[in-house]
């Protein structure tokens, strides 16, 4: 008998519904358990500005402000900084790369080409980021920020994925995860801004990466004075006519 699996639907992949729902390890993200120090995708978000800047135009490099991304990397990793709880993190956790049986409404993840081990609150954090996007309309580049999941959302998620291993996390620690989710938000946003620069010259893909690029970045910077207080907030960085300016 051949069992039958089907990708998660945008509309599907709801965190009420996925509570209900039997997923290896933690739910979506891989459990490591150890403390750890910043973030170790680091070394790919520099790996990926050399290769960004090594395919772009002039032109594009200006646009996008690329001479300032390094700094804004060096930035995050000095905020990431302390421990952090590590695992083997899938990294690009969008609903496409989340299968559900049918029959037993098990979840199994796939195509972990960008996996590594990295703090959870990356891939969550990354997880929640791809809740704003959809792959099957006629402007998949396109991303809906109404769609992001609200803090009770984010709460009950985060909860569950905090008490599958036995016992009640403690007000502190679901605290604590929480702000480093939306910390780890601004990495998400750099990494698949630069992805979005690189695919624009590898792939042949009828996506219109650099529209997607610049929505990520876009909302790097509309973000990051919030969540980064006043370390954040420098005076270089704006957003004036729908364009963002690192």
Known sequence: MVKEWRCFLIETLRFLRLSSCRSKG?????????????????????NWLKTAKSLCTPE??????????????????????GDQSIGFCHNDLQYGNIMIDEETRSITIIDY???????????????????????????????????YPGLEERQRFLHLYLSSSGGLPSDIELEQLLENVEKYKLASHLFWGLWGIISEHVNEIDFDYMEYARQ????????????????????????TDGNYTI
Do not use: W
Not at 60 to 81: T, V
Not at 126 to 146: G, K, Q, R, V, W
Not at 224 to 239: E, F, R
């Open 26 to 46: 933690r739910d979506l993200v891989y459990l490591g358990g150890s403390q750890m120090d910043g973030l170790k995708s680091s070394s790919m978000h520099g």
């Open 60 to 81: 594009e490099a200006k646009d996008f402000r690329l001479d300032s991304i390094e700094d804004e990397i060096s930035l995050i990793e000095k905020e990431l900084s």
């Open 113 to 147: 080409e960008y996996a590594s081990y990295n703090p959870i609150a990356f891939d969550i954090a990354n997880h929640f980021c791809e809740m704003t996007a959809d792959y099957h309309t006629d402007t998949p580049h396109i991303l809906d920020y109404s769609k």
């Open 216 to 239: 990520r970045f876009e909302q790097y910077c509309l973000r990051k004075p919030a969540l980064l207080g006043s370390s954040g907030t420098t005076p270089d960085v704006a957003l």
